[in-house]
């Protein structure tokens, strides 16, 4: 079965400093990858998704992600945060052909203005 | 508007005494799942639901049931709570299964949960 690794627990950064969260899974056969964002208060929603082609994913507010196959790797960027983006971010994963999905632990991101 | 609603939001129960969450979505989509979130360990999958009388284990399923009686119903059952479910549970809804490129799960709210 497929798992997901989040090297990040707490990140903290100031307003405007570039961001990028690491996220590896495991899993030997193709997979669909995804980020979702966890702000205060509110529901999950989704970041942006990887399904195949381009590997290099543009999502909302942006958020973009690269999907590197060779390190099993989906890391998340963005290049000037914002106050805003405070949040808990979530990478996820879902083996082709199946429909179950696995979460990682979460990192939780603290923008200081 | 379009939503997925879980009720209760917040409950305090005692070990043993069965419960139920109910979840409903008004998008007539036919995947639901269940997740719980727990501090350090993300969300973790529950059971889900491709459509109606359709249902599959996820990573946690022990102590935990199901029913898809309805395609916009998908409640969760606990039978005889322990204090190891005390959880945060989430209810998601998509259009279809995973594997469509253009799916998007929809959460709902949360439901914090508490066995004492």
């Known amino acids: 079965a497929q798992s997901v690794s989040q090297h990040n627990h707490h990140v903290i950064l100031s307003e405007a400093a570039s961001l990028e969260l690491g996220c590896n899974y495991s899993y030997g056969g193709t997979v669909n990858l995804f980020w979702y964002v966890q702000y205060p208060g509110q529901h999950l929603q989704l970041l942006l998704k990887y399904f195949s082609g381009d590997p290099l994913v543009k999502g909302i507010k942006g958020f973009e992600a690269e999907f590197i196959k060779s390190k099993f790797s989906f890391n998340l960027r963005k290049p000037s945060v914002q106050w805003s983006d405070t949040a808990e971010y979530f990478c996820?994963?879902?083996?082709?052909?199946?429909?179950?999905?696995?979460f990682g632990a979460g990192t939780r991101l603290t923008v200081k203005p | 508007e379009a939503q997925v609603t879980q009720n209760p939001r917040y409950l305090i129960t005692v070990t043993g005494k069965k419960l139920t969450v109910t979840c409903s979505q008004n998008?007539?989509?036919?995947?639901m799942s269940w997740y719980r979130q727990d501090p350090g360990l993300g969300l973790r999958q529950i059971y889900y639901?491709?459509?109606?009388?359709?249902?599959d284990k996820g990573d946690v399923p022990e102590g935990y049931k199901v029913s898809r009686k309805e395609k916009r119903n998908f409640p969760l059952i606990l039978e005889s709570p322990s204090p190891n479910q005390t959880s945060l549970y989430f209810c998601a809804s998509s259009p279809w299964g995973l594997q469509d490129r253009y799916n998007e799960q929809f959460f709902g709210p949360g439901t914090r949960l508490t066995v004492l």
């Open positions: 996820a994963v879902n083996a082709r052909g199946n429909n179950d999905m696995r």
């Open positions: 998008m007539n989509h036919e995947y």
């Open positions: 639901s491709m459509n109606v009388e359709v249902t």
